[in-house]
């Protein structure tokens, strides 16, 4: 089992930054492909950001692809998000996720630890 806490979350302006960190704890020394999910009020989770278990290979969608972030650090087994340019439309619960594999993957149904959420709230 792996457990994943979210921390860093808030409220910021419009246009301001904020940094989310996940630490995992549990069965970290196996491969673990890492990412980031999202969801607002009334909304579905929906794919933020995704890693490769060594940090070479990321994917973004379009709504957050050129302001957010994906890194990781194994050796301290955390995962970051560094999310820029922050609007309203980015207000949600973020989520922390991983998956044993090396595969990149951007669908909620392939990951198979969350975290419990942190939330963002961007003001206008």
């Known amino acids: 089992q792996v457990q994943l806490v979210e921390s860093g979350g808030g409220l910021v302006q419009a246009g301001g930054s904020l940094r989310l960190s996940c630490a995992a704890s549990?069965?970290?020394?196996?491969?673990?492909?890492m990412g980031w999910f999202r969801q607002a009020p009334a909304k579905e989770r929906e794919f933020v950001a995704v890693t490769s278990w060594r940090g070479g290979t990321t994917y973004y969608p379009d709504s957050v692809k050129g302001r957010f972030t994906i890194s990781r650090d194994n050796a301290e087994n955390t995962l970051f998000l560094q999310m820029n340019s922050l609007n309203p439309e980015d207000t949600a619960v973020y989520y922390c996720?991983?998956?044993?594999?090396?595969?990149?993957?951007?669908?909620?149904?392939?990951?198979?630890?969350w975290g419990q959420g942190t939330q963002v709230t961007v003001s206008s």
């Open positions: 549990g069965r970290t020394t196996s491969t673990l492909t």
């Open positions: 996720a991983a998956r044993s594999g090396s595969g990149a993957k951007t669908k909620e149904s392939d990951y198979d630890y």
